[in-house]
């Protein structure tokens, strides 16, 4: 589950990923899919859409550190104004899956674990997380699974080529539950147009949620886009390949209630 905070330290290291590599001038190793970047493609633009997130201090503790410093290189991908070319990122031709808000990573893990046919992208924007999934990726020998650590809508604008995804996950991102906030909840009209356009025909998108009025807008948004369908008459239920969190399975024990939508792009 993410909380969508973003710490106010800079940016995270960002690197190469396992692969053919060059060295610029400066001595500087980067990927050799980024060599035809254009002139200015590192440019961060200034975001034209709300955050979902603010900047806060949190927590991070000296092992998530450590492998911020140490596997950033390794496992995450910087934030580019240029579309990712994914068979070179993952090293193969397979389906892609984008998940947003991965938090601590546990559910990221255990998906990629599960799926091994498939490869997975996260999106987070807070270190302790980050650096959280990092120690979990080295600790399982997971190859199929990279990192961006930037804004989601950003990464998927900028990115992320047309039809290029099987599949997204939105598991539990921050409700702000208070009316005058919900202009800031992630799932909103032009971010799920946008969504959809880098959904290649049958790919699909999974939200899960504990606040049953996000649920209702989610399940509002979602059915307005035209591109999208529902594969259920309303709520799905939970796929067997998202795994029960602990912090769902306490709230479901206390009577809250969790729900799945799954949206298909139309052919």
């Known amino acids: 589950m993410s909380t969508n905070t973003h710490t106010d330290i800079p940016a995270a290291p960002g690197g190469p990923i396992p692969g053919p590599t060059a060295t610029d001038p400066a001595g500087t190793a980067h990927s050799t899919a980024d060599s035809t970047a254009p002139s200015g493609a590192d440019t961060v633009p200034k975001p034209a859409h709300i955050?979902?997130?603010?900047?806060?201090?949190?927590?991070?503790?000296?092992?998530?550190?450590?492998?911020?410093?140490?596997?950033?290189?390794?496992?995450?991908?910087?934030?580019?104004?240029?579309?990712?070319?994914?068979?070179?990122?993952?090293?193969?031709?397979?389906?892609?899956?984008?998940?947003?808000?991965f938090g601590m990573g546990e559910t990221t893990e255990a998906i990629a674990t599960t799926r091994p046919g498939d490869n997975f992208l996260g999106v987070e924007v807070f270190n302790s997380g980050v650096g959280a999934l990092l120690k979990r990726i080295e600790a399982s020998g997971l190859q199929n699974l990279r990192i961006v650590q930037h804004d989601a809508v950003e990464v998927v604008r900028d990115m992320l080529a047309p039809q290029s995804l099987a599949g997204v996950h939105i598991y539990f991102p921050d409700p702000w539950p208070k009316a005058r906030h919900h202009k800031r909840r992630l799932v909103q009209p032009p971010f799920v147009e946008l969504l959809a356009s880098r959904l290649a025909p049958g790919g699909y998108i999974h939200c899960a949620t504990d606040w049953e009025n996000y649920a209702q807008q989610m399940l509002e948004v979602l059915g307005a886009e035209p591109s999208l369908c529902n594969t259920c008459e309303g709520y799905a239920p939970r796929p067997e390949y998202r795994p029960q969190t602990k912090f769902e399975t306490r709230g479901l024990r206390l009577g809250h209630g969790v729900w799945d939508l799954i949206f298909t792009r139309k052919s």
């Open 51 to 101: 955050r979902s997130f603010v900047h806060r201090r949190s927590h991070i503790t000296p092992g998530q550190k450590e492998a911020l410093d140490r596997l950033m290189p390794l496992w995450a991908l910087p934030y580019r104004t240029v579309p990712l070319d994914l068979q070179r990122t993952f090293g193969r031709n397979a389906p892609t899956i984008l998940e947003i808000g």
